[in-house]
């Protein structure tokens, strides 16, 4: 620490000074106290990390119990993303060196974590494009084809959208691109961003600086390590809607089962859809505990929303009856290891050598080529 930084109680009070001004909706003054601490010292890492990320926690953690409405929570969060995007437009983007895309995974809408890393990378003097929330893989490809960055990092925060990171991953690979990966979906080790085929991974927002100077990406090696994902994946995509129903009718059932009046349930559509999104991941990177994770956290949601307590369980076991007979493999029997854990892995995968090269789109030549290089450029 040096000699005019703030203490850490003061630290403190600053985070519920700016927690206020959050509250209020007042994106100016948080501004004016966040540069008043950069001028005292701090940080930018610690102002993004120990003031602005709790800060969007404690925000959270009202909305999960009730505290806070959906607009409160919205309401807040603007002025929190406000507030980075006005630190990070302060920041002078250099014209060499690497250029690096951040993205949301394929599906997750939390762009704010990712709003967080591109302020800090810039800070750190990358040459950084933020590309905000989900987009769809095929267009992340061609635009990050035509635009020439060298590396994508991507933020995945809840597991539903793990399979999406995979697609992003994947579309990154395609335009030749290798991918840094982060965030709470990935986990507290490098296993699940390894198993999706990502080229690297940090653990925080402030060790991504120091893993895209040290790494020596091989998107080739990364994509042949990837396991082919069993036959049920395609299937829960394919019947997704026709899942959700079913899950959402025995649901109907079971609640009428404990007694429970229909009319104080809220409608879960929504998360009987994420709940399979959920399974889809699980079967993806061979790993239940996603499943009664992701439970755990809605379950505690819905409850505060007029579900009973039960509600994550029974979500479970509508889903299990709904998928037994269309995708076996991939009923969540969270009782004991399920059987789709351990299927094997069937099919050819295309950066094996398994299928002919595409030549337009995705794979084509062109591109692979582009792969090879950039392989060559972050060796180099
Ligand atoms: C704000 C918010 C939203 C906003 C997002 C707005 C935005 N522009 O980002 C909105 C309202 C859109 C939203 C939607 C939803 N949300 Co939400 N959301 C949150 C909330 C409150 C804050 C997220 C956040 O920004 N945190 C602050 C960041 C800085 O913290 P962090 O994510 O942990 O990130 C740190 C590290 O992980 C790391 N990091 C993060 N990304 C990256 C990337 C890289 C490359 C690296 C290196 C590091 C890194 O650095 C960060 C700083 O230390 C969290 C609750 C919480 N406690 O976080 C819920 C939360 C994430 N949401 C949740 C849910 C359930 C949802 C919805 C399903 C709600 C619904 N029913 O509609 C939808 C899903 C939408 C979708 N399609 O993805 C759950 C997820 C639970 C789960 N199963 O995983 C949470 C945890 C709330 C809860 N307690 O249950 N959400």
Redesign the pocket.
């Known amino acids: 620490m040096t000699g005019n930084e703030p203490a850490r109680t003061d630290l403190q009070a600053v985070r519920l000074g700016v927690l206020s001004a959050v509250i209020d909706g007042d994106a100016g003054l948080a501004y004016r106290m966040v540069l008043d601490l950069l001028g005292a010292g701090v940080p930018f890492e610690s102002i ?2 120990e003031i ?2 709790p800060l ?2 404690d ?3 009202r ?2 119990q009730g505290d806070y409405r ?1 607009a409160d ?2 309401a807040s ?1 603007g002025v ?2 406000t507030l980075i995007a006005q630190l990070a437009g302060s920041f002078d983007r250099p014209d060499e060196g690497p250029r690096l895309a ?1 993205a949301c995974a394929e ?11 591109s302020a800090y990378l810039l800070y750190r003097g990358w040459h950084v494009t933020f590309l905000g ?2 987009i769809p893989a095929r267009d992340l490809e061609d635009y990050l084809f035509e635009t020439g960055h060298d590396t994508l ?9 793990l399979q999406g990171a995979r697609r992003s991953i994947e579309a990154a690979h395609a335009a030749g691109v290798p991918v ?6 990935f986990g507290s080790d490098d296993t699940i961003a390894r198993k999706l085929g990502a080229d690297g ?5 402030v ?2 600086d120091t ?1 895209l100077r040290e790494w020596t990406p091989d998107p080739t090696a990364s994509e042949a390590g990837v396991v082919e994902p069993p036959d049920d994946l395609a299937r829960l995509r394919d019947l997704h809607p026709d899942l959700v129903a079913r899950g959402l009718r025995e649901l109907r059932e079971l609640l009428a089962e404990i007694g429970w009046p229909q009319e104080a349930v809220p409608d879960v559509t ?2 009987m859809g ?1 709940l399979i999104r ?1 399974v889809g991941s699980a079967l993806l990177i061979d790993d239940a505990a996603l499943i009664t ?2 439970v755990t ?2 379950a ?2 819905m409850s505060h929303q007029g579900a009973p307590e039960e509600i994550g369980p029974l979500m479970l076991r509508a889903l299990d009856t709904a998928l037994a007979d269309k995708a076996p493999q991939a009923a969540p029997r969270c009782t004991s290891p399920p059987p789709w854990m351990h299927s094997p892995a069937e099919s050819a995968h295309p950066y094996r050598g398994g299928r002919s090269p595409r030549t337009t789109g995705s794979g084509s030549p062109v591109r692979t080529e582009r792969l090879q290089a950039s392989t060559a450029t972050w060796a180099a």
């Open positions: 993004l990390v602005l990320g969007q926690s925000i959270g953690a909305w999960g959906i929570e919205h969060t929190v993303e951040v599906g997750d809408i939390h762009s704010l974590p990712p709003r967080m890393a929330s989900s990092v991507l933020s995945c925060t809840m597991s539903p959208w840094m990966a982060g965030g709470r979906a991974w940090s653990p925080s927002l060790d991504l893993r929504k998360e994420l959920v994770d992701h956290a809605q505690g949601l």
